[in-house]
């Protein structure tokens, strides 16, 4: 079946630093790619999407790229911020249906 | 902006009761999800729903599991007699034209069985 594999956490950095989430994927078709975003207390929000291969979603900073050839949808930020503390997850769309299949989730602290 | 609501955000309840959340979907959203988290693991797919059927259902979604839309508005999930093992938090999406659509997700309820 359809799965996501995601960088283990938790992930610690200082305010400014380069942000790299990996995301490798296991799908049969043409998934759609997805990152959410979840804060403390709150649901899961949609930070960006890819619906294609070669697409790049881009959402607030945040940047990732369909790879086909690798299976990948890495999430990245170049210059990251205490408010981009959170719990990121990377999900794929399938079946027909559409329903998200998501990865385990990266806690993401970034410290001032 | 619009936005999925869930009730309640907490339950606890006793092994064996029946459980009913509630989600108020997006007004214009036609496409509905079920979702849950056990405490550490990653968000499972429950069920998906359309048009008052359900379309899709993961192993999870058991005969104690139902889903229905009584009036329009409310979308939810019953459980009928809930185990230990139902504790997770469960978020209700939407989308608003058909499964291709971004799915917008309300904010969870976190249900503890005792």
């Known amino acids: 079946g359809d799965s996501v594999t995601q960088m283990e956490g938790p992930v610690t950095l200082s305010e400014e630093a380069f942000l790299t989430i990996n995301c490798t994927y296991t799908?049969?078709?043409?998934?759609?790619l997805f990152w959410y975003v979840q804060y403390p207390g709150e649901g899961l929000q949609l930070l960006l999407k890819?619906?294609?291969?070669?697409d790049k979603g881009s959402n607030k900073g945040f940047e990732a790229t369909y790879r086909k050839e690798t299976t990948s949808f890495h999430l990245e930020k170049g210059s990251v911020q205490v408010s981009d503390s959170a719990v990121y997850f990377c999900?794929?769309?399938?079946?027909?249906?559409?329903?998200?299949?998501f990865g385990s989730g990266t806690q993401l602290t970034v410290l001032p | 902006e619009p936005e999925v609501t869930q009730t309640p955000s907490h339950q606890v309840t006793q092994m064996g009761q029946e459980v009913i959340l509630r989600c108020v979907p997006i007004?214009?959203?036609?496409?509905f999800y079920w979702y849950r988290q056990i405490l550490g693991q990653k968000v499972e797919f429950l069920v998906s729903?359309?048009?008052?059927?359900?379309?899709?259902k993961s192993e999870i979604f058991d005969d104690q599991f139902s889903v229905e839309r009584p009036d329009g508005s409310n979308f939810t999930l019953k459980i009928r007699s809930t185990k230990l093992e139902d504790s997770a938090m469960y978020f209700c999406?939407?989308?608003?034209?058909?499964?291709?659509?971004?799915?917008?997700f309300g904010p969870g309820t976190r249900l503890l069985v005792l």
């Open positions: 999406a939407t989308s608003i034209r058909d499964f291709k659509e971004t799915q917008y």
């Open positions: 799908a049969t078709g043409y998934p759609s």
């Open positions: 999900a794929l769309s399938s079946g027909s249906a559409r329903q998200l299949t």
């Open positions: 007004s214009n959203h036609l496409y």
């Open positions: 729903f359309y048009n008052n059927e359900i379309s899709e």
């Open positions: 890819a619906t294609k291969a070669d």
